[in-house]
């Protein structure tokens, strides 16, 4: 019996999303390799695409499954963990010796850690705490294609480059609040001046993607710190306010 529910817990379409996720992962590994750090970058990108959809799938399909929980996560060590690790390392780091291949093995350890207690996690709270390790890889690749796009250098940025790691490594096994947008859903219907928002959005997208998404991962990143400060803050407020009045 527990043969047969194991195969019948293993449904085909999110997981093949997943499986295309884990190639992506694969691909991007190859070409930092071959010293194609473009190329790297954008398997990067679109695995996170599948990444989304996966989830977004087993959702809607009702075809969650902990066989597809525990496939994901694997997935995402790979593509979101090993390949910016390995990319940033190559592109930027590698010079630096032993300060950079550290500071790759730390981002990738940290998003095994964030994976981990993700998904052991008995939390109510509908937001993300800590920051996303696809999120995380996308801040490296956003700074990849940034870079390439203005044609600029990266040889002076190291000591930042290697700051940002240590960062982006730090915030995703921190308790910061990151806002979760899972209960986006696709397959619902929206409002006539939503779809025309998201229309507009993409030709903002189309016409300038790799600045954009510097801008916009750099905004997301941030937002975890400042939103737990002011929740911090707010709630000392409060919890300030029966003294006052005493």
Not at 123 to 133: A, C, K, Q
Not at 189 to 199: A, E, R
Not at 209 to 214: E, N, R
Request: charged share 15%.
């Amino acid at each position: 019996m527990q043969k047969q529910d194991f195969k019948k817990s293993i449904y085909i379409l999110p997981n093949l999303f997943t499986s295309m996720n884990l190639f992506c992962g694969y691909y991007s590994i190859l070409s930092s390799v071959q010293l194609r750090f473009v190329d790297a970058a954008v398997a990067i990108l679109i695995g996170a695409v599948f990444d989304l959809l996966d989830g977004k799938i087993a959702r809607a399909t009702n075809t969650t499954s902990k066989f597809g929980v525990e496939y994901d996560s694997l997935a995402d060590l790979v593509t979101f963990g090993l390949a910016p690790a390995l990319l940033m390392v190559l592109w930027v780091l590698g010079p630096m010796g032993r300060p950079g291949w550290l500071a790759g093995f730390l981002f990738m350890i940290c998003g095994a850690l964030r994976l981990a207690r993700f998904n052991t996690s008995v939390s109510s709270n509908p937001d993300f705490e800590g920051l996303p390790i696809p999120a995380a890889a996308a801040m490296n690749v956003s700074v990849v294609l940034f870079f390439s796009r203005l044609d600029i250098s990266p040889e002076p940025f190291r000591v930042p480059m290697l700051v940002m790691m240590f960062a982006l490594s730090f915030c995703m096994v921190s308790s910061f609040n990151y806002k979760s947008f899972k209960s986006v859903s696709l397959f619902k219907s929206m409002t006539f001046n939503k779809l025309v928002g998201l229309i507009l959005i993409f030709v903002a997208f189309a016409t300038e993607p790799y600045v954009l998404l510097f801008v916009v991962f750099i905004l997301y990143i941030v937002s975890g710190p400042l939103f737990s400060l002011f929740h911090f803050q707010t709630k000392n407020d409060e919890e300030a306010q029966p003294d006052k009045g005493l």
